[in-house]
């Protein structure tokens, strides 16, 4: 169990090692959940992606241009296992 010290105005700062455990780096964010007790939980801010980042990644990736058949074909061979 690490103890840290509240300072004057309110702030923490996290041992090394403790960093290194929740795997955030300088810039990073972090989550504390507050429970109902007293508690909270502290874990490592992860980004949510959004439809057109994902859509964005793939941009350019490809000069095929896949109709709405193929691309059905696809998703229905990758869900039942086929390749």
Do not use: C, Y
Not at 23 to 47: T, Y
Not at 58 to 71: D, M, N, P, V
């Amino acid at each position: 169990m690490s103890i840290l010290t509240i300072t004057s105005r309110g702030q923490v700062t996290f041992r090394k090692e403790v960093l290194q455990h929740l795997g955030i780096q300088p810039g990073d964010k972090i989550e504390l959940d507050l429970l109902p007790d007293g508690r909270g939980v502290l874990k490592a801010a992860r980004p949510v992606g959004t439809m057109s980042g994902f859509v964005g990644l793939l941009a350019g990736r490809s000069k095929k241009i896949a109709t709405i058949e193929e691309i059905n074909a696809a998703s229905a061979d990758g869900w039942s296992g086929k390749k």
